[in-house]
Each structure stands twice: as C-alpha cells, then as structure tokens.
C-alpha cells in the first residue's frame, strides 16, 4: 500500500507502525495526530466519505486518479480538439465530462479516447480471463492493455501512463495484499508516475512495492528489478549517490545470480556506469564499460539495443571527460561513427536511440575539431 506516512505531520510508518482510523483507514504515527485531525483538519467531516468510497488507500487512488485524467486531457487538448473518443463515439464522455488524450504512437485521426474508456476496456477484458480462467498467456496478453495501446500496440507515455497508472491501481487496489493483481498495478502506477516524470511522487510508490515484496518474500531475482526501477527513480530527482549505491547492489546481485552473460546482468552494469559517468568518475565508467561492452557485443550482438547504448555511453564517457586525450576522442568519434550506421540499419532514422547517436556525434566531433584545429595566434595592431 502506498499511503506510508501519518497523515498529519507526514512521519514515514513503513507498513505496519503507527495507528490507523478505526472507521476509514487512514494512518497515523500516533493519537495526538489522530486527535488533532479529527478536532481542527477536518477529518470528522471527511472520516465517512473515505469510509464510503473503500478506505484511505481507495480513496486516495480516486482522488489521485481524478486529478491524474483532468492533467492528461489538458495536456492533450491541442491534440484531441475536435476529435472523438474510439470507444465510446462521443468526444466528451457521457458521465465523467472528462476530454480526451492520446498518448502512444497512433497517427492521423486513429487512437483518441477518454482515459475512462481505456481503463473500463482493460478491466472489463483481464476480468473475463479472470472469471474464465484463462491462464497465464491470455492474462499477459490481456494485462498489457493497461499501458499499451490496442490499435498501435505501443506503449502510452507521459501523461496518458500517469492516469492510466492511477486507473489501474485504483481498480485493483482493494485486493488482498500479497494478490498477484495489486502487485502488478502498483508497478503499473510507478511506471506511469515515472513516465510523466513525478519522480517525486514514483518513490514512495516504488518503496512500497518494494517492501512490500520483500514481506512476502518473491524471488530475489524480481527484488532487484525493483531496486533497479528504484535507483532509476532517485537517479531522475537528482539524487544520484543514493542511486549509485542502489545500482551497485542491484549489479553485483545480478552477478552472483546470473553471471556476467545474463541480460538484466548486462543492462544494469550500463545502467551503472551511466551513474558513474554522470557524478563525473569517469575513470571508473570507462573501465566498468571496457569490461561489460565486449560480454554485449558478444552475447546480445552488435544490433542489440543495450549493445549500442553502452557503445554510445563509452564514447560520451571519453568525449566528455576533463582531461580527454587527442585518442580519446578520436576514439569516440569512430566508436559513434559505427553506431549510428548500426541504429539506423536496425532500427530506423527516427528511432530515439538512433537520434541519441547521432546528437553524441555531432558533439563529439566537434570536440575533436576544436582539439584538432590549432590555436590562432592573435595579430597585433
Ligand atoms: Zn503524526
Ligand atoms: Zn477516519
Ligand atoms: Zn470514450
Ligand atoms: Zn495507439
């Protein structure tokens, strides 16, 4: 559950410590905030509201939700304008008034809808698997509703995954802790919550997923992809130490686990020296990198995208370091050179990978031409 802090003067509780409202749920670190809430913040008039609408956490997933859809339709409204929703035919839904969005790769006039329409789609579909028992393949192909579009089959962004986020915890939310559903929608949210760069608001959703799977003891293996969605959370505040510690747990977990060839193994040691290149340890991202790009190029192969990401890292850890030498970025510009022509082989000019490379290697090679090109000396008048 996500509501981890007494409502009155915000002291973090974890899961279990503190008190809770006897009638609606909603937590305190102990009676004097209770008792204050109920006499001066308006929670004898709120108490039975909460209780009504399912509790504190329900309560607070409508609220969130709500807020989440009215952002999502505004920041979409120079897009939807004059266009109608393809669920429900109408362009401002019936009962809620919301408007429209669209937030996934959809082109021309296909792909707009109301937040509420998608949401009801995908409960409606992962509750006929659920009731049919339709097994792990349909419940998968069904889930996906919740973040990928059924036209474009491409993942929501921005804001569309924020308040789809928020529909779907809000749907599953009342299930009994530990239920695989609640599990899978509180990471649902902090993807969305991270997609539209709440990065504030994704940490404490993405520590109560945490703890919450450690109490119910997963695999240690879907602990560390948690910590690793953690650590990237910090990292988008810009509390890059804490990150970087996270990021070493989660990459010499991984080692132990799955050795050195495994994928998620090879994805977090570039997620890693990524960190390290950002709070400048440059010596120590490039001798991570040199060790780890050979095991990509090797395993995944030379299209695979981590491959030319943590090419394109290396090259930005040598173009960019202090003292760069004339090799150095010689080097990156040769190192990007061949990426690019990769990205766009494999995956096309306007694939944002491709993009990235090609912004590094304007970069870089204008790095080697201002070393390259030698100082004029300045004529005396
Ligand atoms: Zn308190
Ligand atoms: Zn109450
Ligand atoms: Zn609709
Ligand atoms: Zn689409």
């Not at 659920?130 to 993942?155: P, V, Y």
């Not at 120590?284 to 040199?290: G, I, M, P, V, Y």
């Not at 494999?346 to 993009?355: C, E, K, Q, T, Y």
Request: aromatic share 6%; proline share 2%; glycine share 10%.
């Amino acid at each position: 559950m996500i509501l981890t802090k007494c409502a009155v003067c915000a002291t973090e509780l974890g899961l279990t410590l503190g008190k809770k409202c006897g009638r609606c749920s909603t937590r305190y670190c102990g009676p004097e905030c209770q008792k204050q809430h109920w006499e001066g913040g308006g929670h004898d008039k709120l108490c039975k509201t909460i209780k009504k609408a399912g509790g504190a956490e329900q309560y607070h997933a409508n609220t969130k939700y709500a807020e989440a859809v009215g952002a999502a339709a505004e920041a979409c409204a120079e897009d939807t304008k004059g266009q109608t929703c393809y669920i429900c035919t109408q362009a401002l839904h019936w009962k809620t008034k919301e408007g429209l969005v669209r937030g996934c790769a959809c082109r021309g006039t296909a792909g707009f809808a109301h937040v509420s329409c998608l949401a009801e789609q995908a409960k409606i579909l992962f509750a006929e698997a659920e009731e049919d028992n339709l097994g792990d393949k349909a419940w998968n192909e069904r889930w996906i509703r919740w973040d990928r579009c059924g036209l474009c089959e491409q993942k929501y962004h921005g804001v569309v995954s924020c308040a789809l986020g928020w529909a779907c915890w809000k749907t599953y939310v009342g299930r009994p802790e530990g239920d695989w559903l609640q599990r899978v929608a509180i990471n649902l949210l902090g993807n969305g919550l991270f997609g539209a760069g709440h990065h504030e608001d994704a940490i404490p959703v993405r520590e109560a997923e945490l703890s919450t799977l450690r109490r119910l003891g997963v695999s240690e293996v879907t602990i560390l992809s948690t910590q690793s969605n953690l650590a990237i959370t910090y990292e988008g505040l810009g509390r890059l130490d804490e990150a970087l510690r996270l990021k070493r747990d989660v990459y010499s977990g991984y080692l132990k686990l799955n050795g050195e060839e495994d994928e998620n193994t090879i994805r977090t040691a570039h997620s890693l020296a990524n960190s390290l290149r950002l709070l400048e340890r440059f010596d120590e991202a490039k001798s991570l990198f040199l060790k780890v790009t050979p095991v990509a190029r090797r395993v995944l192969g030379e299209n695979h995208d981590i491959t030319l990401a943590m090419r394109t890292s290396y090259a930005r850890a040598l173009y960019k370091a202090d003292g760069a030498t004339l090799g150095d970025l010689r080097e990156a510009v040769t190192t990007l050179e061949e990426a690019e022509q990769t990205a766009r082989r494999v995956f096309g000019d306007a694939h944002p990978l491709a993009r990235t490379i090609q912004g590094d290697l304007k970069r870089s090679r204008a790095a080697l031409r201002a070393r390259e090109t030698p100082p004029t000396t300045k004529s005396q008048n």
